[in-house]
């Protein structure tokens, strides 16, 4: 693959670039945020958003690995919910042995990627997850 | 008894399990029927029919209908989760408080043995060998598995990890021990779907499904139908004697969403929504958790009970582990929890389950439970959470003097 092959997030609150983190819409009125879009904000009905960075940086509240899923997705992994400064985010615990041994309740993590693979048109596709720090 | 009372006259609950020869309308008029024999009451008494069966062919409630008597009552077919079956007898709950008829009949069914796991894979990716996105999050691929899980024994996992997180005290052995209280309560139960005790050591050496639960920590995939009649206190006084002190009085009937809270579109929230319906449902028939016989609850996976003792204030708050750990819970200790052996081996039907919950207290308000039964019951709970979200509680009380 060569240097100068596009890239392409997973999803499209993850951001790439020379610190990749994630982003999401913000009420202006009561600050809760949103990974998808939202016609009204579902806290306070407010209807103005603006977009807000993520902390890479957070604590694993929830965790579980997952030994069985459907059918194409590799197991076992870790799934989470990661606290990034206040602001929960789901993502998968990576670059970690996927065992109760190595992951733990409180755990400190920071956001990283990864290739998904490169489709026809040489575009790589990118993910993300959080490693121990 | 008060006219503007609603009671259960009749309810039944098929076999849960494998059934094979029999398909969602014969199992919903297996139920139906027998609820209204249970009842004393015909198709002609009913003035409304709520329905619910999530995987059959849409128009459940009409086919069920045809299969049972058809007399031109409105039919509503209700889709609610796993709190179908809940949603169904709300409806028709409503109708009669509403004033729109006397008597209805609310039916859950669903077919489901064999169905594997529930929730999670996603879309598969079009094989034009390019990454499009796609969806509300613009992804290019599933994100199921790459962020996070969403299927269901790995979403209800980390909600029991949640609480330990909060609260500390649990463990994969706590988790554990739960689903042996209930696969051991099982053993009373002839309609479960598995009623075999299970020792600690088989349930955590069984296979990890989504740690820390385990397969026989899941809810059991099977068939089965609930059905219950139930008639306004009005025309109950015109009934006969027998159905009077059969008759259980519905204290409280309530159904809520999941309000907003941080987090909740990162993992479903299912505590706020289940103490807000209980709050609502204590308040509504004037008892607190302390007056409950019994309790039948959410169990869709081990982790998901705990939470729920909770969420249902059978405990203080934070203080589910040590509720727990006091016996309390179990058949014969002071709060009785899922003595029917629960979803984790009574089975899961899911459009059913709203109403199998509800059958399963009215049993021992009746004193009709058997072996099982719980001396002197007269008031009960009835839990059940459909992910989405959508919390039934019923509170249930015998009328027997």
């Known amino acids: 693959m060569s240097e100068?092959?596009?890239?392409?997030?997973?999803?499209?609150?993850?951001?790439?670039?020379?610190?990749?983190?994630?982003?999401?819409?913000?009420?202006?009125?009561c600050g809760s945020r949103y990974f998808d879009r939202r016609n009204a904000c579902a806290s306070c009905f407010g209807t103005d958003f603006t977009k807000v960075d993520i902390s890479p940086d957070g604590e694993v509240t929830a965790f579980t690995i997952v030994a069985f899923a459907a059918p194409g997705v590799p197991t076992p992994f870790v799934a989470a919910v990661i606290d990034c400064d206040g602001t929960q985010v789901r993502g998968n615990v990576i670059n970690c042995e996927p065992d109760a041994e190595h992951v733990s309740l409180g755990m400190k993590v920071k956001l990283a990627t990864y290739s998904l693979g490169t489709d026809g048109a040489g575009t790589e596709a990118i993910g993300f997850g959080f490693e121990p720090v | 008894m008060a006219s503007d009372d609603i009671y259960i006259l009749g309810i039944n609950m098929t076999k849960f399990g494998k059934h094979p020869d029999k398909d969602s309308v014969d199992l919903g008029a297996e139920a139906a029927m027998a609820a209204l024999a249970d009842g004393g009451v015909t198709m002609a008494d009913m003035g409304i029919l709520a329905a619910g069966n999530l995987l059959g062919s849409p128009g459940f409630g009409q086919s069920l209908q045809k299969q049972i008597g058809q007399t031109g009552i409105p039919v509503y077919n209700v889709a609610n989760a796993c709190a179908t079956g809940a949603t169904a007898l709300r409806t028709?709950?409503?109708?009669?408080?509403?004033?729109?008829?006397?008597?209805?009949?609310?039916?859950?069914?669903?077919?489901?043995?064999?169905?594997?796991?529930?929730?999670?894979?996603?879309?598969?990716?079009?094989?034009?060998?390019?990454?499009?996105?796609?969806?509300?999050?613009?992804?290019?691929?599933?994100?199921?598995?790459?962020?996070?899980?969403?299927?269901?024994?790995?979403?209800?996992?980390?909600?029991?990890?949640?609480?330990?997180?909060?609260?500390?005290?649990?463990?994969?052995?706590?988790?554990?021990?739960?689903?042996?209280?209930?696969?051991?309560?099982?053993?009373?139960?002839?309609?479960?779907?598995?009623?075999?005790?299970?020792?600690?050591?088989?349930?955590?050496g069984d296979m990890m499904i989504a740690y820390p639960n385990t397969r026989p920590m899941c809810s059991a995939n099977c068939d089965?139908?609930?059905?219950?009649?139930?008639?306004?206190?009005?025309?109950?006084?015109?009934?006969?004697?027998?159905?009077?002190?059969?008759?259980?009085?519905?204290?409280?009937?309530?159904?809520?969403?999941?309000?907003?809270?941080?987090?909740?579109?990162?993992?479903?929230?299912?505590?706020?929504l289940t103490r807000m319906a209980a709050t609502q449902a204590y308040e509504s028939a004037s008892v607190g958790p302390e007056d409950l016989d019994l309790v039948e609850l959410h169990d869709c996976f081990a982790t998901a009970e705990l939470v729920h003792y909770d969420n249902l204030m059978l405990c203080e708050e934070g203080g589910a582990v040590d509720f727990f750990e006091s016996g309390k819970p179990f058949r014969d200790g002071e709060r009785p929890v899922n003595v029917s052996g629960g979803l984790q081996s009574k089975g899961h039907p899911i459009s059913a389950t709203g109403i199998a919950n509800v059958w399963e207290v009215c049993h021992h308000l009746r004193n009709e439970a058997g072996d099982r039964q719980i001396e002197g019951a007269r008031i009960g709970l009835a839990h059940v959470i459909g992910l989405g979200s959508a919390c039934g509680v019923h509170i249930l009380e015998s009328s027997a003097a």
């Open chain 2, 92 to 204: 028709v709950v409503m109708a009669i408080k509403a004033g729109e008829c006397d008597m209805g009949l609310a039916v859950g069914v669903e077919k489901l043995s064999g169905a594997g796991l529930l929730g999670g894979g996603g879309k598969k990716k079009s094989d034009d060998d390019t990454w499009t996105p796609d969806g509300r999050f613009g992804a290019v691929s599933s994100t199921d598995g790459r962020i996070g899980t969403q299927n269901m024994p790995g979403v209800f996992a980390q909600v029991g990890m949640e609480y330990g997180h909060k609260y500390g005290g649990t463990s994969f052995e706590l988790f554990a021990r739960i689903s042996e209280k209930n696969h051991n309560h099982s053993v009373l139960n002839p309609l479960a779907a598995y009623s075999k005790a299970m020792p600690l050591e088989q349930i955590m």
């Open chain 2, 224 to 272: 089965g139908g609930a059905a219950a009649v139930l008639v306004s206190g009005e025309k109950l006084k015109s009934l006969s004697d027998e159905q009077q002190r059969r008759a259980v009085k519905i204290r409280a009937s309530v159904l809520t969403s999941d309000p907003w809270q941080d987090g909740c579109q990162v993992l479903p929230d299912v505590n706020t």
């Open chain 1, 4 to 29: 100068t092959a596009t890239q392409i997030p997973h999803v499209d609150y993850l951001v790439l670039g020379d610190s990749p983190h994630l982003v999401a819409n913000e009420c202006s009125s």
